[in-house]
DNA sequence: CGGTGTGAAATAATTCACAGCT
DNA sequence: AGCTGTGAATTATTTCACACCG
């Protein structure tokens, strides 16, 4: 069930690429794959594609590949998203908008249940299905509606603030849109999206690939 | 100016990291700063902080630490963000309006120039200061406008097809809001952002620590 | 002192390469 | 033949530890 050995960082960053092309590949009707076909569609070698899965057990057959049924389950166990989670939007901007429509959650079993702002003209509406509360009912709600995950989307200047607030209130990880580190204590989990750190880093590799075409 | 050896790839991650916890700093009026002390609030060992700058030249004073005056302008000159870089949102949907109005890339001397989308009721309007141009518009505008980077926020089905039409017109680097690999030709750069495999690494975060804690 | 820069050592991650299964 | 699973080798990245400087 759990695995031996700790998990190398990179391996689990994969593991979501794997299930997403075996996903398009169940759809397509794919009924097997091999390492080497699954990695090429996503530039993993196949040695890397077999190393990571086998961290976690044997899910393969030799002469065949992988059952594209069978494996799927298994990651999306090994991810722990073969159940839902629930969370909640913090800070209802253009960001918190924008996240409150995204269409890929639900399909991976993640519910936005609940959107938070201090903003009085939006308190109490509702954005797609989910309604906006005030943040003083962030606790009873977390605890109401068994929500695990706070997605951060507040400007820079609050944002540690209420991130306390979400570790007081009971949620488990942060999902960090804002661009400064988040301090939170042990038990809670901070993954971060930074769109300017993104594109510095795609500044800097264009322009290496300019200095290496001359 | 140029470093002898092949830079690791999570330094230039660390790199925008330090700029901003340094611009912070700066803007805090502190005039020099150690690696043990930058290193502390991002996460960092000190060595790793030295080691990381010392791939590109010798910024430090021993027993001083370093200038944050002087180190911004060198890590901004690494990362090539010591000069503007235009930039275009291709597909204004939720997402795209979102990164329009997204107040931190001004700053950082990204400008966001034009927008593209093919719904007919937004062409010709105006986004925060921002023209939504037809798509078959786009190669002009990123010549006339010297756009070289292109931010991809359309939907899946037609991801990869608007990304070959952005190479076509030019563009140097993608920033990728799409869930798929976008396959490009050599010279042209990509980095994904997708939000799904962000909750599908918190999940995974959450999970461990929970069984970690009993 | 306090702090940098950097060889050398340690650790982490990837790739090789092949025995063994279908 | 085609393909997995995995030790062993390789390569990449981080950390140690210390000479040297202000």
């Not at 960082?9 to 699954?38: C, D, F, H, N, W």
């Not at 322009?207 to 001359?214: F, I, N, T």
Request: with cysteine; glycine share 12%.
């Amino acid at each position: 069930m759990s695995q031996r050995q700790p998990i190398p960082r990179p391996t689990v960053k994969r593991l979501s690429l794997y299930l997403r092309e075996l996903e398009v590949r169940q759809e397509a009707g794919s009924s097997t794959v091999s390492s080497r076909t699954l990695g090429e569609t996503l530039g993993i070698t196949d040695a890397q594609v077999r190393r990571d899965l086998g961290h976690f057990g044997q899910f393969g057959q030799p002469g065949i590949g992988y059952s594209v049924e069978g494996l799927i389950p298994e990651l999306k166990s090994i991810l722990k998203i073969d159940r839902g989670w629930n969370a909640a939007v913090i800070g209802v901007g253009n960001i918190g908008r924008a996240l409150l429509h995204y269409p890929r959650f639900g399909p991976k079993g993640f519910h936005i249940v609940a959107a938070f702002d201090i903003d009085d003209s939006i308190l109490g509406t509702t954005i797609n299905g989910c309604q906006v509360h005030a943040m003083d009912e962030l606790e009873s709600c977390v605890k109401s509606q068994e929500i695990r995950m706070g997605i951060l989307s507040v400007p820079l200047s609050v944002a540690q603030d209420v991130a306390d607030m979400m570790v007081t209130a009971g949620i488990r990880g942060i999902l960090n849109f804002t661009p400064i580190r988040i301090d939170v204590g042990g038990g809670v989990d901070v993954v971060s999206v930074d769109f300017s750190r993104a594109l510095e880093q795609l500044a800097y590799q264009v322009s290496a690939a300019e200095g290496r075409a001359h």
